[in-house]
């Protein structure tokens, strides 16, 4: 018997001894290293002894083997190039980890501090200081608030585009006025809608028109919109609070305080570097296994006026960097950080990455992009750079997938609470996929944003999984757009409608439809909310999508052109399905959704794709416009009653029987968003509509006023969702996602009160109200929005009196 224990010991020491021999090498050797800017560079690095800096820590730690860990203790670090981490910080057998000490704020900053600053008056306010030596001012933070420079029109938080916009902008009149605009800025939105264009001034030619270098950060070239335009960084215009402006000639920076404000006590800083943290590798010669965790990344320079480049023949053009930038990494990435106040992209993955994470982060006040994946344009066969180009068809590599390794590939973003960004720049994204393959965005929280939430620039190389993302407030400051937005201009699509069709008529060119999207992308339990366009948006070409257990909660969904898209099991609120320019046999499938309004008159080929059939509709109108284009034979009209929309939760009530049987199911309507207590704890949620029926033709409960879908209200739901205190009104279901300037001035879920001087109190008297008004002169409206009445100014030509 002790024969056998000690035997049975001895065989257990020897299969310990094992384990720990075979063991990872970071079981074997770990490595702390301890920074603290009351430490020195002459010191150990160990917690009592800590160095002073992080870049001796990063030089100590590459003498190190197995798992090192540098410790930051509280403090802020200012750096005046980006950290740069390369395979000698980390490869294979080799971790390195770099986190704040727990309970500490750790900061790594790219700004300067101003310190010193020797205030005198100007004139009417505005104070001036000297500024040693020859900074970068781009950008001006006064106690951790980014000021705007001198600039017109004024500063307007509540202005839709660039926080106000003006027609007059550059105006011969105004820039009479301006004795030396170079180094000025025009800022200007597509004339679409369709993103924006930045100018640098360089000055101003005798007869007063400006010169200036720029526009090159949109893809589509068709032009400034003629209103929406905004100049800053001009002396002349320096008249509001807040505002600033630097002279580099003089080493002078003017700044005009808001009241109250106390320049010798408050700080002043500026952004200095573009990046800062860098990794760089290569395919060959990776930078492996290294993660930031639980700092504050803060404070980068603007970047529009970089060079960029075009993301093949999307609307995109994009800098290649950002605040944290990774090229030829493996495994690395950042967890539970905060990056806020930065001038142009938080996060880059260019070209190779593999298996790199993005997870527990807070983005906020951020330039650009929140996170993008790009790869290389030299990895796509027969690629075009922009709309109206293309290969010709003899001409293009019929090869699928890829022609190499060069783009990012089996990354994730999860947990991510992404918001208010693009303040500078609008044709960005919280989350931007382009040249890349199997990126899994998950829980993520998206809102505040000026464009789509989530963007796919073009097929290649699909297999990404979208899940139990909550995305709303999207597309604020631009136009025929989506919460989530993709375009599939890959080799296979033609410009050209025409030729387009009869490309797809040969077994040859059918062949390319999936050779860029050679993986389906899965876009899934997701909620959607977009008030200016659509929930779901797949544009031009969009192909091999799979689209199940999403809530759209206003704008519905949209698939244009395009080829092999399932959606089934969907939500859309409030509204329906946008069938636009299908191509024939186009595999398109669109079953067992629920739809809550008519099918938007399809444009293109009347098709049905390869099944729409078998969904439910919540009116008979729905379902005999359906019907009428030839489609949803055996689909159902149920007044569906979900279980408790007020909170959010639109799962269908468990005795609609009939709505099973179509082989709908209830999906989770709790799992939407950031799943962290940190992130949960600061994340907002979307506004919840009041589902609105139409029973029948005849009641025209709900109708349309230049692409306002409005109605009375009349309920006690929807008294609750807009806070109104009594049934009156006129009430906003959905504002169409193009073709209606009102979606500048009336939101979904508004209540209309009146209108030139007029009450609302239904839809007659507003029907009144807009046929005596006078359409050509500005006309006032008033709105009830988040719990207050708002006055909103219409301006004239825009008005219209044909509700239908």
């Avoid at 999207?474 to 409608?497: A, I, M």
Wanted: proline share 4%; aromatic share 10%.
């Amino acid at each position: 018997m002790s024969f056998m224990i000690r035997n049975r010991k001895t065989r257990w020491m020897s299969l310990i001894i094992l384990l720990y021999i075979t063991a990872s090498p970071f079981m074997q050797a770990q490595t702390w290293f301890y920074v603290s800017p009351s430490g020195d560079d002459g010191h150990d690095g160990s917690r009592q002894s800590p160095f002073q800096t992080i870049e001796r820590a990063q030089a100590e730690a590459r003498r190190a083997s197995g798992e090192v860990t540098i410790v930051l203790r509280e403090a802020t670090y200012r750096l005046s190039a980006p950290l740069l981490f390369t395979p000698q910080d980390g490869a294979a057998g080799k971790s390195l980890t770099i986190r704040s000490c727990p309970g500490e704020k750790v900061v790594i900053s790219g700004s300067l501090a101003l310190d010193n600053l020797q205030w005198e008056p100007f004139r009417k306010g505005i104070l001036k200081a000297r500024v040693d030596g020859h900074p970068v001012m781009d950008m001006l933070l006064v106690n951790g608030d980014i000021r705007p420079m001198a600039r017109y029109p004024n500063y307007d938080p509540e202005a839709i585009r660039f926080n106000g916009t003006a027609a007059d902008a550059t105006a011969p009149a105004r820039v009479k006025n301006w004795k030396n605009p170079a180094g000025g800025y025009l800022h200007a939105m597509h004339g679409s809608d369709w993103g924006d264009f930045h100018y640098r001034i360089t000055g101003k030619d005798k007869n007063g028109l400006l010169a200036m270098e720029g526009g090159w950060q949109n893809n589509r070239q068709y032009g400034l919109h003629v209103a929406n335009r905004m100049v800053e960084n001009i002396f002349e215009e320096l008249d509001a609070p807040g505002e600033w402006f630097y002279d580099a000639n003089r080493s002078t920076l003017y700044y005009y305080p808001p009241e109250g404000e106390n320049v010798n006590s408050v700080r002043f800083e500026s952004p200095q570097v573009k990046h800062l943290i860098e990794f760089r590798g290569s395919r060959s010669n990776p930078v492996c296994n290294i993660t930031l965790e639980g700092v504050d990344l803060t404070q980068t320079v603007r970047t529009f006026m970089e060079p960029y480049e075009p993301l093949l023949r999307s609307d995109w053009t994009i800098y290649r960097g950002g605040a944290v930038f990774f090229e030829g990494a493996e495994q690395c990435g950042l967890k539970n950080c905060n990056l806020y106040d930065l001038g142009g992209n938080a996060v880059f993955f260019s070209r190779y990455n593999r298996r790199c994470e993005v997870s527990g982060s807070h983005f906020t006040r951020i330039g650009a992009s929140a996170v993008c994946f790009v790869g290389d344009p030299g990895a796509v066969r027969s690629p075009s750079f922009e709309y109206h180009l293309f290969v010709p068809a003899d001409e293009i590599d019929r090869t699928h997938g890829p022609k190499s390794d060069l783009y990012p590939a089996d990354c994730r973003v999860h947990d991510n609470l992404i918001h208010r960004i693009g303040l500078f720049e609008k044709q960005i994204t919280g989350i931007e996929l382009s040249m890349c393959s199997a990126i899994t965005v998950s829980h993520n929280s998206i809102y505040d944003t000026p464009r789509a939430g989530i963007n796919i620039s073009e097929g290649t190389w699909g297999g990404h999984v979208l899940e139990f993302n909550d995305v709303f407030n999207t597309v604020k400051e631009t136009g025929d757009h989506g919460s989530f937005n993709s375009w599939g201009r890959d080799r296979y699509w033609h410009p050209n409608g025409q030729v387009f069709d009869s490309l797809l008529t040969t077994a040859a060119h059918r062949k390319l439809v999936l050779a860029d999207a050679i993986a389906t992308v899965v876009i899934r339990n997701n909620r959607f909310r977009c008030d200016r366009g659509w929930d779901i948006d797949l544009d031009d070409g969009s192909t091999n999508y799979h689209i199940y257990n999403n809530l759209c909660l206003n704008g519905g969904l949209k698939l244009r052109e395009g080829l092999y898209r399932v959606v089934e099991n969907n939500i859309l609120v409030n509204n329906t399905l946008f069938r636009h320019a299908w191509p024939r046999d186009n595999g398109n499938v669109f079953t067992r959704n629920i739809v809550m309004l008519p099918y938007e008159r399809p444009f293109g080929h009347d098709t049905g794709g390869a099944l729409t059939d078998q969904n439910i509709f919540t009116d008979s109108l729905s379902y005999k416009v359906a019907r009428g284009y030839g489609t949803d034979a055996a689909s159902l009209v149920v007044k569906v009653k979900f279980t408790d929309p007020a909170s959010g939760d639109f799962s269908v009530s468990g005795d609609e029987t009939e709505v099973f049987r179509t082989g709908f199911q209830n999906f989770d309507m709790h799992g939407f968003g950031v799943v962290s207590a940190r992130l949960k704890a600061l994340a907002e949620k979307p506004v919840m509509p009041v589902p609105v029926y139409n029973s029948n033709i005849s009641d025209a409960e709900t109708l349309t006023w230049e692409g306002v879908k409005i109605k009375t209200l009349t309920s006690l739901g929807e008294r609750s969702a807009t806070g109104m205190d009594s049934e009156r009104g006129v009430y906003v279901v959905a504002v169409a996602a193009y073709g209606t300037e009102l979606r500048d001035y009336i939101k979904s879920n508004d209540v209309i009160l009146g209108f030139a001087g007029k009450p609302v109190n239904h839809l007659t008297d507003l029907f009144n109200a807009l046929a005596d008004a006078d359409w050509k002169v500005a006309q006032q409206i008033v709105i009830f929005r988040n719990q207050e009445e708002h006055i909103v100014t219409l301006p004239g030509g825009i008005i219209r009196s044909n509700i239908r």
